[in-house]
């Protein structure tokens, strides 16, 4: 097996990246190796996972007990519960790691991240069978975490490379000046549920190519993927204390993480109200800090495609019911909000109806349409919200739990919600849509931009005036044309956004990595 430092020098670093292409499951040999890999992982279902912090394995009294959505009654993985008892120990491993990695060679943290890449690559249906049990995607919905999570180890290792090599833009006569990107230190890594191997990745992995170590906190709705993902990191040659593996409470173990005096920097994607305690916390100064925490925040969304009158309305009914249930609407990116000139509403209703009663649900094992919400909380969350809507709008289709085993809900569509309509205003996470008349375009570019926040949007339209204008005026962070308004593709769409939606952290684009580095300016007189 290759060392992380001989996959550095394999060709293949020095060619483009490119983005790993999607599984193509009309082909009966990828059906089976996706069905020989269910298999594999329903027969390690349930085994206990430790925390490993600088590379010492730790058993808790507490655990975590990571479900199955679709079968509650199924354990997938049996974790640990970090406390704030483990905080300075997982400090301490990781500011101990941090005084080697942070000096390693380019080529060490280039390598251990194109190892890791080519370790999923071989395990990929295994990988996206543990999504299919731990958080209900189906095996598409698998795929394009898996496949995303293999595109950002291969670009920030790239990225990486680029500013190794960073240069200043002048150099001044009788002197040698530089530039270079150092690591910050020790950072909580904070990932959410809902992409749990790929975000959680992304975020670890652009640490700590840049030289920085990580307190990792995976959701306790998915620490078996991320215990999976550790595993692969140690086998590609990831000395002990870079990643440290802590699943545990956000209120416990989470908050005192972030507010410790050494931590350096906090990786986080989740929820408004979550990402804004953390981003309070991390401004208060503690005894023996010595600098300003960074925070990097991937939050919430209110996600609206525009339908235009004169929109092709085929085509916008097949991008809205796809990126609005899509993984059961759980995305940051999803569609919640279809604008709709009057001029095609009502043909547009009736096409949306008509397409979304095809939707079936069912279990992601056997690759259904559209799986189950995360757990039973967010399950009776969404309910609520659909009982709200109902008094808001109209009931077109959906609007009810379906089934007695697994937290499923039937993809439910409310039409005429008003603009300032609780389910038009506040984060779902689940599959509703609200479908809002609007008087004309710039009615529809008003209401688009009337919620606190600004993650995507996309607009369906012939004209090309009104492109423009919507990408002069739709505030957003990624804006799309005539497509659905989720699929963000490493590479080709950086991805994060405005206002109440984060940081705007462009994760997946050429930004991303100053993020976790800060930039130092050398000017050596020449003698």
């Known amino acids: 097996m290759a060392t992380a430092t001989e996959t550095f020098s394999n060709a293949k670093l ?14 009966s040999e990828n059906v089976r190796a996706m069905r020989e890999a269910i298999a594999k992982v329903r027969s390690e279902l349930g085994r206990e996972y430790d925390l490993v912090i600088g590379g010492k394995v730790i058993k808790t009294e507490g655990k975590i007990k990571s479900l199955n959505p679709a079968k509650p009654s199924e354990v997938v993985g049996i ?63 698998a795929d394009a975490d898996i496949g995303e999570t293999i595109d950002f180890l291969e670009f ?7 500013l190794h090599a960073a240069e200043t833009p002048v150099q001044l006569p009788g002197e040698h000046d530089q530039l270079r990107y150092i690591p910050l230190g020790v950072g909580a890594v904070i990932p959410p549920w809902n992409f749990p191997c790929a975000i959680m990745a992304g975020m670890t992995c652009a640490a700590v190519v840049c030289g920085n170590t990580v307190i990792l906190k995976p959701s306790s709705d998915s620490p078996t993927i991320a215990a999976k993902f550790f595993e692969v990191l ?39 109200e979550v990402g804004l305690d953390i981003h309070a916390r991390a401004a208060q100064p503690r005894k023996g800090q010595i600098w300003i925490k960074r925070t990097i925040l991937e939050m919430g969304g209110k996600d609206s495609i525009i339908v235009d009158a004169d929109a092709n309305i085929d085509a916008a009914v097949e991008g809205v019911a796809a990126a609005a249930f899509g993984f059961s609407g759980q995305k940051c990116s999803a569609c919640s909000r279809a604008i709709v000139d009057e001029k095609v509403y009502d043909p547009f209703v009736a096409k949306l109806k008509e397409r979304v009663n095809k939707i079936t649900l069912g ?41 007695t085993e697994g937290y499923f809900i039937a993809p439910t569509v409310i039409t005429d919600v008003p603009p300032m309509g609780k389910i038009s205003q506040e984060e779902i996470f689940g599959p509703v849509l609200a479908v809002i008349k609007a008087k004309g375009f710039e009615d529809a570019l008003a209401i688009a931009n009337n919620t606190e926040f600004g993650l995507t949007g996309a607009i369906y339209t012939s004209s090309q005036e009104k492109i423009d204008r919507a990408k002069r005026d739709f505030h957003v962070g990624n804006l799309y044309i005539n497509r659905k308004c989720t699929g963000a593709m490493v590479g080709a769409h950086p991805f994060g ?31």
């Open 79 to 141: 974790h640990q519960k970090a406390g704030a008892e483990h905080v300075d120990a997982a400090m301490q491993a990781a500011l101990k790691a941090f005084e080697t990695w942070s000096k390693a060679p380019i080529e060490q943290r280039v390598g251990l991240l194109l190892r890791a890449s080519e370790i999923i690559r071989e395990r990929k249906f295994e990988f996206c069978a543990w999504l299919v049990f731990e958080v209900g995607k189906n095996w598409a919905e």
């Open 497 to 527: 956004g405005f206002n109440m939606s984060g940081t705007d952290s462009k994760a997946g684009g050429p930004d991303y990595l100053y993020l976790f580095t800060q930039a130092k300016s050398i000017g050596e007189k020449l003698t």
């Open 363 to 403: 279990d992601p094992a056997e690759n259904a349409p559209m799986g189950p919400v995360v757990n039973e909380g967010a399950m009776k969350t969404i309910l609520e919200y659909i009982e709200a809507g109902k008094k808001e709008g109209r009931l077109l289709t959906g609007g009810a739990r379906e089934g």
């Open 234 to 272: 140690l086998e590609a040659g990831m000395p002990d204390g870079v990643v440290n593996f802590c699943p545990g409470s956000g209120a416990t173990f989470g908050n005192a993480v972030v507010e410790h005096p050494k931590t350096r920097f906090v990786a986080f994607t989740g929820s408004k």
């Open 156 to 162: 920030y290792a790239r990225e990486a490379l680029r």
């Open 14 to 27: 020095l060619s483009p990246f490119k983005n790993e292409p999607f599984i193509d499951y009309t082909k």
